[in-house]
């Protein structure tokens, strides 16, 4: 997906090219059984353009961004953002910007949540 978002569309060539060195050795066969799981998902889809498939996504980043998070949330944290921040807090080494980055996004968070609170 990276690829056809960089590229906005592209062949299953444009694909494999486009992959780094080490990774070109996925055979041809192989790109295109991800391309049209991609495609059966609803992350893709295709034109024909001469005897080649274009395939063009037509989900954004950030909406496939969402999905997986919504998706990794159910599947192994219990459907609790708390859950999944905690362990990437206890995991990952998050430097000190980054913190104050979110931070500030949790208090906005906050302010938006007691104002809605407030509203309702």
């Keep these: 997906m990276k690829i056809l978002w960089d590229l906005g569309q592209g062949t299953v060539n444009d694909v494999v090219q486009a992959l780094p060195d ?7 066969k192989t790109v295109l059984t991800m391309l049209r ?6 992350y893709l ?4 353009q001469s005897r080649a ?8 980043r950030e ?9 990794i949330l159910h599947r192994f944290f219990d459907n ?23 931070k500030e996004m949790i208090r ?10 407030r509203t309702e």
């Design 37 to 42: 799981i991609l495609e059966q998902k609803g």
């Design 53 to 60: 498939f274009i395939y063009h996504p037509i989900v954004s």
């Design 45 to 48: 889809r295709h034109t024909k």
């Design 63 to 71: 909406e496939a961004n969402g999905q997986v998070i919504k998706d």
């Design 80 to 102: 609790s953002p708390e859950k999944l921040v905690l362990r990437i807090l206890e995991d990952e080494e998050i430097d000190f910007s980054e913190l104050m980055h979110m």
């Design 108 to 117: 906005q968070q906050k302010e938006e949540a007691c104002s809605k609170e």
């Design 22 to 28: 080490d990774d070109q050795l996925l055979a041809y």
